[in-house]
């Protein structure tokens, strides 16, 4: 997979080059490049905002950079993706659908965003769509747009070292996950779940899935599958 972001903040996402997204980067099965949006101005002050028209708090990030940087970065099969309080919300099932494209385009805002005909403009020509990391306000889009890349990219192949791991987390079966132990089997006075330790699997999967219910009732009863619209 191939990920463009396009930001003022490029630097934000060093932290992509540590960790298993780096290893991933670092073989080949990701290819993943954090772009200045100033590299598309021409002007003495590498300027990228201007005052709302209609009048307002704030500024607005001007077209013409983001034209120029997405008319170059953007291929025929990209999913243009922008962050943004008015999106869409951000979940699992999100994030997998995303997993099996070939090419992402990130476009993260600052100020109080993208000039509106940015978005217009290239919904004509490719599939664009606004995303929220969650009903909670942020400065701009890095911290969403690198929540989803990671959220992304772990579910490619190869990514992550062992794939069943990704199949009892939280939100992967709608539910969140059981709770987790290891050594030492007793920790200032605590022990682990004896049938944990009892090496019948029948019994401990069924105690996880009791687990994973019972939390998901008591912290996200609208994950549930009978609740509506889960
Ligand atoms: N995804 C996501 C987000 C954002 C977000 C994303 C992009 C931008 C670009 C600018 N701002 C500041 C801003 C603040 C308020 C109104 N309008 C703009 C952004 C906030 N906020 N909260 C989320 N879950």
Redo the contacts with the bound molecule.
């Keep these: 997979m191939r990920v463009d972001i396009v930001t003022i903040f490029p630097t934000f996402f060093d932290v992509l080059d540590i960790s298993l997204i780096g290893k991933a980067r670092g073989s080949g099965l990701l290819d993943i490049r954090a772009h200045d949006l100033r590299d598309w101005t021409h002007d003495r002050h590498r300027t990228v905002d201007d005052t709302p028209y209609g009048g307002g708090a704030?500024m607005v990030?001007k077209p013409e950079p983001w034209g120029e940087a997405l008319d170059a970065l953007l291929t025929p099969e990209a999913v243009l993706i922008?962050?943004?309080?008015?999106?869409e919300?951000?979940t699992q099932p999100t994030a997998r659908e995303l997993s099996a494209e070939a090419h992402l385009v990130f476009a993260?805002?600052?100020?109080?965003?993208?000039d509106q005909r940015v978005i217009d403009h290239y919904a004509q020509s490719h599939r664009v769509r606004?995303?929220?990391?969650?009903?909670?306000?942020?400065?701009?889009?890095?911290?969403?747009?690198m929540a989803?890349v990671e959220a992304v990219s772990r579910l490619i192949p190869g990514v992550v070292g062992n794939p069943a791991s990704l199949v009892e987390e939280s939100h992967e079966d709608g539910l969140l996950e059981y709770p987790s132990y290891t050594k030492p089997a007793q920790w200032r006075g605590e022990d682990v779940p004896p049938v944990l330790l009892s090496g019948n699997h029948g019994a401990i999967a069924q105690w996880r899935r009791d687990r994973s219910l019972e939390r998901t009732e008591r912290v996200r009863p609208d994950l549930l599958p009978e609740a509506p619209g889960a």
């Design positions: 704030g990030m922008v962050p943004s309080p008015a999106g919300v951000f993260c805002g600052r100020y109080e965003g993208i606004l995303i929220s990391l969650g009903d909670y306000v942020l400065n701009g889009g890095e911290v969403a747009a989803m």
